[in-house]
C-alpha cells in the first residue's frame, strides 16, 4: 500500500486567497483525521470522520476552515479566506476502527 | 482534560548507549498510547501502539511499556544509532473514535 496521500506537498498563496488541501487515506480505512502542526501549539486535531461522516470538529479554529469526505478514497480541507497564522503543516491520518494512526507526509503552507 | 507530557524536551547521547524516552498522562482512563517518530520536515512514524489491556510492546530494538495507574509510558531504544536521531512523540486516545492528544515530543540526538 502506498500509505496515506496528501498534495500538494508544499503551498504558499496569499492572504485572502482559498487554499485546498487534500487526502487520501489508506485503502480499507474506516476513519480520517486531520492535523494542524505549529511550533507554538504542536500538533493539534482539527476534524475527523468516520465512514466519511464528520464526528468531531470541535478543532476547527474558525468558520474559515471547512472539511468534507466525499467517498472513502477522498478528503479535502479547505481554508477561505486565508490568514498568515492559518501557516503550518496539516496532517492527514487515518485508521482501521479507531485503533493505530498512519500519517501522510503533510502540506506545509505558507500564507503571505 | 487530559494533558499528556513528555520530558525532558530534549536529548543528546553516545552512539551504543540505550535511550529511554518518558511520557506522562493525567487521566488514566486511556483507551491506548501510540510512540511516533518525526524527522525534520516529514511525517510522523508509528512506531509502537500500547492497548490499554497491555504492559508493553515490542518491536526490534523498541520497546515500550505502560502504567496507566501511575499515567505513565517509557520508550526504550536500545543500542541507539545516529540514525535514531529524530523527535519522538507520544500520544493516548481517550474514546473509541481515536482521537489522539498529543505530548510536545522529545527531541533525541545521537552523536556519533
Known amino acids: 500500500d502506498a500509505g496515506v496521500i496528501q498534495s500538494p506537498r508544499h503551498e504558499v498563496t496569499e492572504m485572502g486567497q482559498e487554499v485546498t488541501l487534500r487526502c487520501k487515506p489508506i485503502?480499507?480505512?474506516?476513519?480520517l483525521f486531520w492535523y494542524r502542526q505549529t511550533m507554538m501549539r504542536g500538533l493539534e486535531l482539527l476534524i475527523y470522520?468516520?465512514?466519511?461522516?464528520?464526528?468531531?470538529d470541535s478543532g476547527m479554529p474558525e468558520d474559515r476552515f471547512s472539511a468534507k469526505m466525499p467517498n472513502a478514497s477522498f478528503s479535502t480541507l479547505k481554508i477561505q479566506p486565508s490568514e498568515p497564522r492559518d501557516s503550518a503543516v496539516y496532517f492527514c491520518?487515518?485508521?482501521?476502527?479507531?485503533?493505530?494512526?498512519?500519517f501522510g507526509p503533510g502540506t506545509r503552507l505558507t500564507v503571505l | 482534560k487530559q494533558e499528556v507530557t513528555q520530558i525532558p524536551a530534549a536529548l543528546s547521547v553516545p552512539e551504543g548507549e540505550n535511550l529511554v524516552l518518558n511520557c506522562s498522562f493525567t487521566d488514566s482512563a486511556i483507551y491506548n498510547l501510540q510512540w511516533f517518530r518525526q524527522d525534520p520536515g516529514k511525517g510522523l512514524t508509528s512506531l509502537l501502539l500500547i492497548q490499554s489491556s497491555q504492559r508493553e510492546q515490542t518491536s526490534g530494538r523498541l520497546n515500550a511499556s505502560l502504567d496507566k495507574s501511575s499515567g505513565r509510558s517509557t520508550l526504550y531504544i536500545a543500542a541507539s544509532q545516529p540514525g535514531d536521531s529524530a523527535t519522538y512523540l507520544c500520544a493516548v486516545t481517550t474514546d473509541s473514535w481515536g482521537k489522539l492528544q498529543f505530548g510536545a515530543g522529545t527531541q533525541v540526538v545521537v552523536t556519533p
Open positions: 470522520f468516520n465512514n466519511n461522516v464528520p464526528i468531531d
Open positions: 485503502s480499507g480505512h474506516d476513519y
Open positions: 491520518a487515518s485508521s482501521l476502527e479507531g485503533s493505530e494512526q498512519f
